[in-house]
């Protein structure tokens, strides 16, 4: 287990709280209907949760990575949807800018964003490998074409950053989602994180000025890797959340089966002993996800290793402690709408989103 320090206990502690009250009591509702609650993002943004680790300068909570994580975390424990959307809006498109933006830029797309709590999002993903999203040199600015594909919160989002070829090399564009040339596509019908929704770009004769290119030509590549650093570890803390409601559920529900008039299912020792396997298994995936959040904060080297490392061991041991849980209710859980069958479903994307687990054994393999 992670010795949090004071501050962080205090941090853990005022989330609590807030999910307590305002998330959890119909998050399985929300989940099961598609409903995103806008009242409730809104409660987010007062909490500066859609901005963690940003400078109060440009009004965010300016707080150390364990925190954050913290936060995300617990977000996770009682709605994965939600911490979904806040770890892109926080580190695929806040932190970028903040890392790469001009000043003009960050008072646009950061500051005054972060301010009012607009949502931001990132567009890398295409239907073919080979990208064929375009930026084109055009006078003094630029023209894009192209598609991008499963994009979250593509429907409610303002921003997004755009990741684009332009000639022989690449950039990363912010762009306006609500500007013409943009067309967002239908909502998907997702496996799982149902209370927020992904969607398609399609880009036709976008029309963009130097004052919106992030940094500068062949970027582009390592503005995606300086976000990813961090989101590795924040898939890691989110599915760790959901991994931990799935066994406290079975937890739960094995001391309260019966099994005949004598014994419950707890009472089984084979069940006891691997409740007490998946337990141990816990405190050691929340020992690598907030050892790995300190060290960022250590500034260590080699980031990309370290992140890489915790978002594969983390989510593909949550994945499997999620789907031992679910056995524990036999065909109930098999159910639509209970706690267990949305653990279930939302658990399943996190071995893929932010690099798919053997992607991230390439990377790490890299470092050998
Ligand atoms: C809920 C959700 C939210 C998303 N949000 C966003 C978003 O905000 N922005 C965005 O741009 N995209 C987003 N995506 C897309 C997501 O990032 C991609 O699905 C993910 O990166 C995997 O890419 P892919 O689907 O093209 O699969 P591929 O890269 O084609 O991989 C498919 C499979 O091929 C195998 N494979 C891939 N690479 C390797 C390798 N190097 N070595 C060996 N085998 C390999 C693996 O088995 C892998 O699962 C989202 C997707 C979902 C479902």
Redesign the pocket.
């Known amino acids: 287990m992670y010795l949090m320090n004071d501050r962080q206990r205090d941090v853990l502690s005022a989330v609590h709280d807030f999910v307590s009250n305002e998330i959890e009591p119909e998050a399985n509702y929300r989940n099961h209907h598609g409903i995103f609650s806008d009242e409730i993002y809104r409660k987010l943004v007062q909490y500066h949760y859609h901005s963690l680790i940003i400078d109060r300068s440009y009004d965010g909570a300016s707080l150390d990575l364990v925190s954050a994580m913290l936060i995300l975390n617990r977000i996770a424990y009682s709605d994965a949807s939600l911490a979904?959307l806040l770890e892109?809006n926080n580190f695929?498109f806040y932190l970028p800018v903040q890392i790469f933006g001009t000043e003009q830029q960050k008072e646009t797309y950061l500051l005054k964003a972060a301010r009012s709590g607009e949502i931001g999002?990132?567009?890398?993903?295409?239907?073919e490998?080979t990208p064929s999203t375009v930026a084109v040199k055009c006078g003094n600015g630029y023209k894009i074409n192209g598609s991008?594909?499963?994009?979250?919160?593509?429907d409610i989002a303002k921003y997004a950053l755009l990741?684009c070829k332009l000639d022989e090399q690449d950039a990363m564009f912010i762009i306006d989602l609500k500007s013409p040339g943009i067309a967002i596509g239908k909502n998907?019908h997702?496996?799982?994180?149902n209370s927020?929704h992904?969607a398609d770009l399609t880009i036709t004769d976008l029309e963009l000025t130097e004052a919106e290119l992030l940094s500068a030509p062949g970027k582009g590549q390592e503005i995606i890797k300086r976000s990813m650093e961090i989101m590795r570890i924040s898939n890691a803390a989110v599915a760790l959340g959901i991994a931990q409601r799935a066994f406290d559920e079975a937890l739960s529900y094995a001391k309260l089966r019966r099994m005949d008039d004598t014994v419950t299912l707890f009472d089984m020792q084979a069940v006891k002993y691997e409740l007490a396997v998946l337990k141990a298994e816990l405190d050691m995936l929340h020992t690598e996800t907030f050892n790995t959040a300190h060290l960022f904060d250590c500034r260590i080297d080699q980031q990309m290793l370290f992140s890489s490392i915790t978002k594969y061991v983390v989510t593909e041991k949550a994945k499997e402690i999620v789907d031992k849980s679910f056995q524990y209710f036999g065909g109930s859980a098999y159910i639509k709408g209970t706690t267990i069958e949305r653990s279930y479903r939302d658990i399943r994307?996190f071995?893929?989103?932010?690099?798919?687990?053997?992607?991230l054994?390439?990377s790490i393999s890299r470092y050998l």
């Not at 999002?121 to 239907?127: G, P, R, Y």
């Not at 991008?148 to 593509?154: E, Q, R």
């Not at 997702?190 to 994180?193: K, P, Q």
């Not at 893929?352 to 687990?357: E, F, N, P």
């Open positions: 979904h892109t695929g999002t990132i567009a890398f993903t295409e239907a490998k991008k594909t499963m994009v979250t919160c593509a990741y998907e997702t496996m799982g994180l927020i992904i994307i071995t893929i989103i932010g690099g798919v687990s053997e992607m054994k390439w």
